[in-house]
T-cell receptor, first 113, second 115 residues
Framework: DADVTQTPRNRITKTGKRIMLECSQTKGHDRMYWYRQDPGLGLRLIYYSFDVKDINKGEISDGYSVSRQAQAKFSLSLESAIPNQTALYFC????????????FGPGTRLTVL | AQSVAQPEDQVKVAEGNPLTVKCTYSVSGNPYLFWYVQYPNRGLQFLLKYITGDNLVKGSYGFEAEFNKSQTSFHLKKPSALVSDSALYFCAVRDMRAAGNKLTFGGGTRVLVKP
């Protein structure tokens, strides 16, 4: 969905490096999410935020941190990258109601050597 | 806890034939159910959802899904598949009672439609 953008689209880094993945949205949604996708495991939730002052851990938050700089921006950081964090990372947004679907960005392919 | 199972890693069908992608779920309360599709090098795109009401839900690109509470299933269907339907399909569930509004995804099913 072009209304949700992610940068960079691809990144190769080395073990121990700090990495930041950025997500921006123009949909005006309050809720934002970070997922990682691994083959056969589907998408797993890393962190989510329901508004600028709200940050919540997902099922696999260890080794990651996030920052919600504004309603439209939600960044994911890997403080010290490790090879098993090699994955496809997706940002998503949704409206407030729990029955609303999520809108996904194009993804960031991260490789940690 | 909520969970989703997509029992088939891959489904192959000939163009023009019916397509079914299976999904079963487990929640403690009532479910919200979603189907998404992922084309190569793209993010997930929403296809359809079941919230309440009619068990047969119609969505984008001619897809539909049937909610079956007794079998805890939400299979995705298309009467006549197209080559362009070849993609990775994800089923997802949210328990209405779950805190945090979390969406749980299945492992995905790769659909290959042959000309």
């Amino acid at each position: 969905d072009a209304d949700v953008t992610q940068t960079p689209r691809n990144r190769i880094t080395k073990t121990g490096k700090r990495i930041m993945l950025e997500c921006s949205q123009t949909k005006g949604h309050d809720r934002m999410y970070w997922y990682r996708q691994d083959p056969g495991l589907g998408l797993r939730l890393i962190y989510y935020s329901f508004d600028v002052k709200d940050i919540n851990k997902g099922e696999i938050s260890d080794g990651y941190s996030v920052s919600r700089q504004a309603q439209a921006k939600f960044s994911l950081s890997l403080e010290s990258a490790i090879p098993n964090q090699t994955a496809l990372y997706f940002c998503a947004t949704s409206e407030q109601s729990s029955y609303n679907e999520q809108f996904f960005g194009p993804g960031t392919r991260l490789t940690v050597l | 806890a909520q969970s989703v199972a997509q029992p088939e890693d891959q489904v192959k069908v000939a163009e023009g034939n019916p397509l079914t992608v299976k999904c079963t779920y487990s929640v403690s309360g009532n479910p919200y159910l979603f189907w998404y599709v992922q084309y190569p090098n793209r993010g997930l795109q929403f296809l359809l959802k079941y919230i309440t009401g009619d068990n047969l839900v119609k969505g984008s690109y001619g897809f539909e899904a049937e909610f079956n509470k007794s079998q805890t299933s939400f299979h995705l269907k298309k009467p006549s598949a197209l080559v362009s339907d070849s993609a990775l399909y994800f089923c997802a569930v949210r328990d209405m009672r779950a805190a945090g509004n979390k969406l749980t995804f299945g492992g995905g099913t790769r659909v290959l439609v042959k000309p």
